[in-house]
């Protein structure tokens, strides 16, 4: 704003002049005689708290206006013309002339008091104030401290935030007795060991960076009457970190397609290359894509991430084998073998990188004992072979990408003969009987049987029937088994002995208990005859005693051949009984080897002494 200057009479500025230099004369006499006898003048501030904004009145105190002139305000301690605000005038006109240093704000009273209007921070100082007359000397001068509202909150960064490295931020604003403070998010900032505050809060240091620093953060700055704030988005710099590489397999069928993807964590996001065997680059994307794998593709594939913020990188390899499916898996080897033999089975498949297994039904074969595999396992060796191998074997050929199993492959195992089991083992036949023995012996195949006797062949067959058995047919029968396969041959040896019929020859055969069932029957059948004749008898003696001497004939049913006449003394007496069974009803039965004829009459001799 430009100076102002109050209305003035025509020709007043002359006589003003002509007034002034007058008094100016008059107030120097003046100021040297009385200058160091008048104390300073005071200066009342109202009001006392000052505002940007506000508007402020410095009144001079103690002062008698009416032999006042005029009176001077001064911006700062040095009352010169060039820091002159104003000076107004008291008489003869009432007027204010502003100087240099006048602002457009500034305005004088009657009273001499200065009026600022409108306070700025630079109205803050020193205001200095002379009073203009022939009696009075003396000046005033006093501060004023303007009070800024806190405003223009800024947050300003020492760069880019990079992870472990040291990231600064300082918090500014305009106003006066500013304190600050600070959030992260929405609740009051933590400090620590890597987190500090310094210069009243002003800066916040992070030592080192983490990209969990990664936030929101919000400066506040206050003083008594004003508040403001302000909030900065820290953006960590961080990565790429080792870049993983999916799936997890390492193993392709030839013919399949690859597809690998490759991620690193990284602020901002990582760039990717990728390379084969490290010596070709291929793609530039984080996913490789490769159709129809070949064997020649197998090799070590490489993702390399770039983060172009952080100027690092990182990599990471990938393996990966191209094989061929497993196919044609086949045994080979003898189908055919003697026991207590080696074997050897062998085998083999098409496909890549094949490991193998070996059954035997549903059994698992693994090396010990009497098997053996090669290191390989493609070799299974038996030995020696038992006939309990025999069976279906079969090759599981197994790699990374597929498995495949052989056909049976059916072992046949030859044994044997064990030795011959001759049956039944009765040893003692009777003469007329018939001989039945039966042959067998444990063998694959089953074996040829051949019956010996006194060194002649007398059967090819497991069965050896002889009927109507002889004294002759006595001695050693022998059974012999022959493998022709394994071209061998067991003998077993069967004694047979035959007795002559009736007589039951010793032993616990069926002839002898036939025996002796028949002696039991025949003894207690004489012992009944005998009680009976002794009965018949003694009933005789009673008759002859009561008749005459006459004979008394022998009644039917009564024993034929028994005399009265008493023996010669010396001699024996010899009775005879005479027992008969009808053929219809036997006793009981008789064994095969003696069978009774019709109403055979067995004799009993009892000798009486």
Not at 178 to 200: A, D, F
């Amino acid at each position: 704003m430009g100076r102002q200057e109050a209305w003035r009479p025509p020709g007043w500025r002359h006589s003003w002049h002509t007034a002034l230099l007058a008094a100016s004369i008059l107030s120097s006499c003046f100021l040297l005689t009385r200058a160091q006898e008048t104390p300073g003048i005071s200066i009342r501030v109202y009001p006392e708290v000052l505002k940007e904004g506000d508007s402020v009145t410095l009144t001079p105190e103690g002062l008698d206006l009416k032999v006042l002139s005029s009176c001077k305000w001064y911006r700062g301690a040095i009352m010169e013309e060039k820091y002159i605000i104003f000076t107004f005038f008291l008489t003869p006109v009432i007027g204010q002339k502003n100087g240099t240093a006048h602002t457009g704000r500034e305005t004088g009273n009657p009273d001499c008091s200065l009026r600022i209007a409108d306070l700025k921070l630079s109205d803050s100082g020193t205001y200095s104030f002379t009073p203009e007359s022939l009696v009075v000397s003396n000046t005033g001068a006093t501060n004023i401290t303007v009070s800024g509202y806190v405003t223009n909150i800024t947050i300003s960064d020492s760069g880019k935030a990079i992870e472990n490295s040291t990231t600064v931020l300082n918090c500014t604003s305009a106003g006066t007795n500013v304190s600050y403070s600070w959030l992260r998010g929405n609740e009051s900032l933590v400090v620590g060991e890597r987190i500090s505050l310094s210069n009243n809060n002003q800066v916040l240091t992070f030592s080192p960076t983490s990209r969990n620093d990664s936030d929101s953060y919000s400066c506040y700055g206050y003083n008594s009457f004003s508040n403001d704030s302000t909030s900065y988005l820290l953006n960590v710099l961080y990565g790429p970190d080792d870049p993983v590489i999916s799936p997890s397999e390492h193993y392709y069928a030839e013919g399949s397609n690859l597809t690998l993807s490759c991620t690193a964590d990284s602020n901002p996001a990582a760039q990717y290359t990728w390379s084969f065997n490290e010596t070709s680059d291929m793609q530039s994307t984080s996913q490789l894509s490769i159709h129809n794998l070949q064997f020649n593709q197998s090799g070590n594939y490489t993702c390399k991430a770039f983060n172009n913020e952080t100027n690092a990188n990182s990599s990471a390899s990938w393996k990966i084998w191209v094989l061929a499916e497993v196919s044609d898996v086949t045994i080979t080897g003898l189908s055919e073998t003697i026991e207590n033999k080696s074997l050897i089975l062998t085998c083999t498949s098409a496909g890549s990188e094949v490991s193998y297994y070996w059954f035997r039904g549903n059994q698992s074969l693994e090396d010990g004992g009497q098997i053996s595999l090669s290191h390989d396992n493609q070799t299974l060796t038996i030995n020696p072979v038992n006939r309990s191998d025999a069976g279906p074997y079969t090759c599981l050929g197994v790699n990374r990408i597929s498995k495949n199993t052989s056909t049976p492959f059916e072992l046949t195992v030859f044994y044997g003969p064990d030795d011959p089991v001759i049956s039944p083992q009765n040893k003692n036949y009777s003469t007329g009987s018939s001989l039945n023995l039966s042959c067998s012996a444990d063998s694959h195949p089953p074996p040829q049987y051949t019956w010996i006797f006194k060194e002649e062949t007398i059967g090819n067959i497991s069965e050896l029937l002889i009927s109507n058995l002889s004294l002759n047919d006595t001695g050693n029968y022998t059974c012999s088994a022959f493998n022709a396969e394994t071209n061998l041959s067991k003998n077993t040896i069967l004694h047979v002995e035959v007795y002559e019929s009736p007589s039951p020859p010793p032993g616990p055969d069926t002839g002898v208990i036939a025996g002796i069932v028949i002696g039991c029957v025949l003894g207690v059948a004489l012992i009944g005859g005998l009680v009976y004749f002794l009965c018949t008898k003694t009933a005789l003696g009673r008759t002859e005693q009561h008749s005459s001497n006459g004979n008394i004939p022998s009644a039917p049913g009564r024993n034929q051949g028994v005399t009265d006449t008493k023996p010669t003394p010396g001699e024996e007496d010899i009775q005879y009984s005479t027992l008969a069974f009808k053929a219809n009803h036997p006793p009981q039965p008789e064994p095969a080897a003696v069978r009774p004829l019709e109403n055979t009459i067995i004799y009993s001799e009892i000798k009486k002494k």
